[in-house]
């Protein structure tokens, strides 16, 4: 099983068809919607978890969606959690929409597992300490 977050953008003239259920039919992978919104210039922007059988397939997928004209990255390591100054209160948990952030017991620590983060900066604006934060190495898919 090969799992990723990834995001996506839609020029005008894609947003409206319907690419990513193509993903399913065409490749067999399985798409989780984290985040998703149209702006005024009619541009898509879609965050989704995509998870295939193998990393083969995925990379297809992935192609299908950059011949359509569709601009894929990775937003990896745009989220961190500065363990020193982390207080483990559990805030960030309550606005996680993934569950990239959770809470590992009995020792009841709050654990961030980047590999789940959609970087909907939720847990920024949440946390009292500061000590989620936000890294801007956004990686275009080669
Ligand atoms: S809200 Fe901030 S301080 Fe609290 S557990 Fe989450 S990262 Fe740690
Ligand atoms: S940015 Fe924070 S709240 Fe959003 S998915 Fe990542 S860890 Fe969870």
Do not use: W
Not at 75 to 83: A, F, L, R, W
Request: charged letters at 20%; proline letters at 4%; hydrophobic letters at 40%.
């Amino acid at each position: 099983m090969y799992s990723k977050i990834v995001i996506l953008n839609f020029p005008p003239v894609v947003a409206q068809k319907a690419l990513v259920c193509q993903l399913t039919k065409k490749y067999d992978l399985i798409f989780n919607i984290l985040s998703a919104k149209i702006s005024n210039k009619k541009e898509g922007y879609m965050v989704i978890e995509l998870t295939s059988g193998s990393k083969a397939a995925f990379n297809k997928g992935v192609k299908y969606l950059k011949d359509q004209g569709v601009s894929v990255s990775y937003p990896e390591h745009q989220i961190y959690k500065d363990e020193e100054i982390c207080t483990h209160c559990g805030s960030c948990i309550a606005v996680c929409p993934t569950d990239a952030l959770y809470i590992k017991r009995p020792e009841m620590e709050i654990i961030f597992n980047k590999d789940k983060c959609s970087v909907c900066e939720l847990c920024i604006l949440t946390c009292p300490t500061r000590a989620m934060g936000l890294f801007s190495t956004q990686k275009a898919v080669a």
